[in-house]
């Protein structure tokens, strides 16, 4: 069983949930070790400079009618630029210290950027649109193996912390997500191209350009985001908060609403927690329900989170936004650290967008990145002994961001 | 004339305050430069910022003896802090001195220190009363110094870059000031009069009152007050304002103020009342402000039969009282946002331009209704940062986050243990922001005699003027 792939997401509204299985068929890397320190290739790809492209760019790739030249340029600039990009995450693993790169998390992220690497710096050379189909499937491939990078990433530093500062663990992460993110944008938008290419489907009705959705109604995703949440909520704890929207409900905005998503579902798993958590410790019988407000304003659209989950201490919010910084309680601190298959595999269960309900400390730092990608905003007020509200402000894709380079 | 076309000429039409002008121009007279060493042994004293608690149990212990005592002391520290003032106006740039706005404010802190000064030592209960005449003079002419504040940030706003915000922290360092010397000026006055009618019940020093400080401040009695005064505007001046003329329908409702009460977790006693110890008025003039806009918005944007409520939600943990007012009035567009907290920022705009018309800050609540009458204007623009400032003197803080297109929250958190030292508006420099030209470390000028000497008060930092927020993080 394989799990839904990206493209039909958007016709099937269920987030992929991941199978123990798909991680362990990848073959190991039969090379000896020392390979990387004498592949050339690595080293002439980072030589390059990045061809940044602008979101303008981006979509009039794909703007109606969507035509066999776009398509190719698309393509072309998928083929030439990813693996230059791919190139310089290999070459950011290989700076990390040693015994960081010696981490299986850490190491496994590593090889899967090495391969992805080589699989794609073959396409480009030839310029011909014949292998296209091919590249085609190879991006998708790198779009599937890759999901899971972060919580894989975000295991592995969390057993590093001691042989890492924080400050040069922060750097390289926001460099490696905020480059991911372009990675897979550039991908994601070539794939779904291709694919309404051949599908020749009529983009005026539906709204989308490629992974963007000119109509995105973020009640939707919100409904949306609130059940899976709520669920794996009452799972944990066995209950879980009511949720309420109000505001301008109808709001509509461009977006990729995979980011949205994202960013959502860390920020419900959030107020959830901490709700019902909150709620036990002071001995509440009712649980308070989370309130969520739509706004849509001239150049934004702001979503408001208001929980009564018992805000967020002084000292605990210095460190909100720092990497690997969490205030739940480690449940397996005692564990055998090398016991890294019983690990990977409740991982497996548990990761990827509806990963873990929380602990891994990844979840504000990350919604936060992806917010700011496209020029919003997170902020978190804290009433300490009452709740949080956490405000996400996103800007319109358009015009005005013509400007803003992937 | 178009109020915001005055400001770009290059030189205002004589100014209106002119005509009350009542103090000799002597500050522009070259001997100043050399009476300026009367300001030295006060200058050269540190500023006692106190703590409520330290206030509380000090006035506790007043009577008729420790008032002459008392008395001193408060003259003594307003010296200080008004010596401390002056010579942080004396390092403006000079040609931002040279503003008849900020010129006649320097002339008010010279008269005010002079008097000061010049007024004797107190030994007698009867020279008590003559030296609080003289501090509720002081009290009174303080009151133009916010205006022509204004007037003279709104003239010398351009003079600065636009990442410069030296301005910005002048101003807010002179409210700070401002607001200490009130608050010790109107102790002062408030516990001389519990002492001469024997903390009598009836005077209202009774159980609570410690001069201005009441112990028993109820965070629903304070909400209730302000709503209360905000019900009379709305159904006037607002009223009038947004919906032509007066009166409004019998059946017509200002737009509602919901308050709940979040009682700390575990927390025994009435779940209905939030008590801590703070000055009143100042809470009541945040909030009254905040609520203000909160109605004033509501008002402006939804039709009169169908107001969205305002809701109020206080709660309380073990160090601070919180306040969150949440209304659906539209929001603030960005713009005006991200200018909220800047007087430079602002000025260029003619934000302060109604200033003009105002001769006298009033100095609490009841005086503003009385000079806000239905005709003038709906706001004159200092009320936010005031107000945060307010918040900010005792620890606390005032945060502002909107939502544009639908409406504004309001957090205002007020520390409930009165163990923070007043906010006196003196930043503290850190070490590697000594980096300015204009100034050298202290170990420099032993190397380098010539290099300037600065003032250890006068801030270096960089940054926008306002404390540090404990609960915001973007």
């Known amino acids: 069983m394989h799990r839904a792939s990206l493209l039909t997401f958007r016709h099937v509204w269920v987030l992929p949930r991941r199978t123990a299985q798909r991680h362990f068929t990848s073959k ?333 400390g990844f979840g504000l730092p990350l919604a936060r990145m992806y917010a700011r990608y496209f020029g919003g905003s997170l902020t978190l007020v804290s009433m300490n002994g009452y709740g949080c509200d956490v405000f996400l402000k996103l800007k319109h894709i358009n015009e005005s961001m013509s400007e803003l380079e992937i | 004339m178009n109020r915001a076309l005055r400001l770009k000429t290059t030189l205002p039409a004589r100014p209106k305050f002119c005509r009350f002008l009542s103090l000799t121009p002597w500050s522009l007279k070259s001997y100043h430069f050399y009476q300026n060493k009367v300001l030295e042994p006060y200058v050269n004293q540190p500023i006692s910022a106190s703590t409520l608690r330290q206030y509380i149990f000090f006035g506790r212990q007043m009577n008729n003896k420790r008032l002459a005592k008392s008395a001193n002391w408060v003259r003594n520290e307003l010296l200080v802090r008004l010596a401390h003032r002056i010579r942080d106006f004396q390092q403006l740039p000079f040609f931002v001195g ?43 002419e303080g009151r133009r110094v916010i205006p022509q504040m204004a007037l003279g940030v709104s003239e010398c706003a351009s003079y600065y870059a636009d990442d410069q915000q030296d301005l910005d922290r002048f101003v807010n360092r002179m409210f700070r000031s401002r607001i200490s010397r009130r608050v010790l000026t109107e102790q002062h006055l408030a516990l001389t009069e519990a002492c001469e009618n024997d903390w009598d019940e009836s005077m209202g020093f009774g159980d609570g009152y410690i001069g201005i400080i009441f112990t028993r401040c109820s965070a629903r009695a304070i909400v209730g007050k302000a709503r209360k005064l905000l019900d009379i505007q709305a159904a006037t001046k607002f009223y009038s304002h947004y919906h032509g003329k007066l009166p409004p329908p019998s059946e017509w409702k200002p737009p509602a103020v919901e308050i709940e009460l979040q009682p700390a977790a575990g927390s025994s006693g009435n779940s209905n009342e939030i008590i801590f110890a703070y000055i009143p008025e100042q809470l009541e003039q945040i909030l009254y402000e905040i609520l203000s806009n909160s109605v004033r918005f509501t008002m402006a944007n939804h039709p009169p039969h169908a107001y969205p409520p305002v809701r109020v939600t206080v709660s309380v943990n073990e160090t601070d009282v919180f306040f969150r007012v949440s209304d659906q009035g539209g929001g603030i567009p960005k713009t005006r946002f991200d200018r909220l907290w800047s007087y430079q920022a602002r000025a260029p705009d003619g934000e302060f331009l109604h200033f003009e018309d105002v001769q006298k800050m009033p100095s609490n609540i009841s005086e503003r209704l009385e000079q806000n009458t239905t005709d003038g204007p709906m706001h004159l623009g200092m009320g936010l940062p005031l107000s945060r400032v307010y918040a900010e003197y005792w620890g606390g803080e005032l945060q502002i986050m909107t939502m544009d297109g639908y409406g504004t929250d309001a957090y205002v958190r007020i520390p409930r243990l009165g163990i923070m030292a007043e906010n006196i508006g003196f930043d503290k420099f850190t070490p590697h922001q000594l980096h300015q030209h204009r100034y050298t470390r202290p170990q420099d000028t032993q190397s380098n005699p010539h290099a300037t000497k600065y003032h250890p008060d006068i801030p270096l930092a960089a940054g926008d003027g306002w404390m540090k927020s404990s609960i915001v993080r973007t």
């Open chain 2, 98 to 140: 040279t503003n008849p706005h900020i010129k006649y404010i320097y002339g008010l802190y010279w008269a005010a220190f002079e008097k000061l000064r010049k007024s004797p030592q107190i030994k007698t209960m009867e020279d008590n009363q003559g030296f609080c005449t003289l501090l509720r003079q002081l009290l009174e």
């Open chain 1, 28 to 360: 190991p890397l039969e090379r000896p070790a020392g390979h990387a320190f004498y592949d050339d290739k690595i080293i002439a790809y980072v030589k390059r400079p990045i061809k940044p492209v602008t979101l303008q760019q981006l979509v009039r790739f794909g703007q109606p009618p969507l035509s066999k030249e776009g398509l190719h340029e698309c393509t072309q600039y998928a083929r030439t630029e990813l693996p230059v990009r791919l190139a310089r995450r290999v070459r950011a693993f290989q700076g990390l210290p040693f015994i960081v790169g010696t981490n299986p998390y850490i190491k496994e992220i590593y090889k899967l950027y090495y391969e992805s690497f080589e699989s794609l710096e073959q396409y480009s050379h030839n310029t011909d649109s014949t292998d296209d189909h091919e590249f085609g499937e190879k991006l998708k491939d790198l779009v599937s193996r890759h999901t899971d990078n972060i919580p894989t990433l975000a295991r592995g530093f969390l057993e590093c912390k001691q042989y890492m500062n924080s400050q040069d663990m922060a750097a390289f992460l926001d460099d490696m997500i905020h480059a991911r993110i372009g990675i897979r944008l550039i991908a994601e938008q070539c794939i779904s191209l291709m694919h309404q290419h051949k599908a020749s489907e009529n983009l005026h009705e539906d709204g989308y350009i490629g992974i963007i959705d000119t109509q995105l109604n973020p009640q939707k995703v919100i409904k949306h985001c609130v059940d899976f949440v709520s669920e794996l909520c009452e799972f944990n704890y066995g209950q879980s908060p009511e949720t309420e929207i109000d505001g301008q409900t109808s709001t509509t905005f461009t977006y990729v609403p995979v980011h949205l998503e994202y960013i959502l579902t860390e920020l419900l798993k959030n107020s959830h927690r901490a709700t019902v958590e909150y709620a036990r410790k002071t001995g509440r019988p009712d649980i308070p329900k989370i309130q969520i407000t739509l706004s849509q304003g001239r150049e934004d659209i702001g979503i408001r989170i208001r929980d009564q989950g018992g805000g967020v201490d002084e000292e605990d919010l210095n460190k909100v936004f720092e990497y690997s910084y969490t205030t739940v309680a480690s449940k397996d601190d005692n564990s055998d650290p090398s016991d890294v298959f019983r690990d990977m595999a409740e991982m497996a269960m548990q990761s990827g967008v509806g990963g873990p309900l929380a602990g891994l």
